[in-house]
């Protein structure tokens, strides 16, 4: 019980921090989001990154994943996956000349071990 309680207290200021969130910070990033029934149980924030001018491509540019998350009940099904793979289909429809999570995206470090285990890295 003290552990629960210790648990909650710190991480008090992160509910507050979630339900303070301001839409502005979306800017003109597209918002994917998958759902089971009418809840949302995951979702991507897809930014765009303009490329080089004088590039043969019509809109040049990448695709950055601002965030990305799977509500826990729903992870280790597909989801997170599925998700990443319809961005990286918008990005290609777009033109685009791929897709990278953006350097403070909070699964960042995860991503980064997955590359050091499979060896990309």
Not at 10 to 35: C, N, P
Not at 50 to 55: A, D, I, P, T, Y
Not at 68 to 96: D, F, M, N, Q, T
């Amino acid at each position: 019980m003290a552990l629960l309680a210790a648990v909650q207290w710190l991480t008090r200021g992160y509910i507050a921090h979630a339900e303070s969130f301001k839409y502005e910070w979306l800017g003109d990033d597209t918002v994917l989001v998958t759902k089971f029934g009418d809840e949302i149980i995951g979702t991507v924030v897809l930014g765009w990154e303009k490329g080089e001018k004088g590039s043969r491509r019509k809109k040049s540019g990448k695709g950055i994943v601002r965030a990305w998350a799977v509500r826990l009940r729903y992870r280790h099904k597909g989801i997170g996956r599925a998700l990443l793979e319809e961005a990286v289909k918008l990005v290609g429809e777009k033109g685009g000349d791929g897709i990278e999570f953006a350097e403070d995206h909070a699964s960042e470090l995860f991503m980064l071990k997955v590359l050091i285990m499979v060896g990309d890295y």
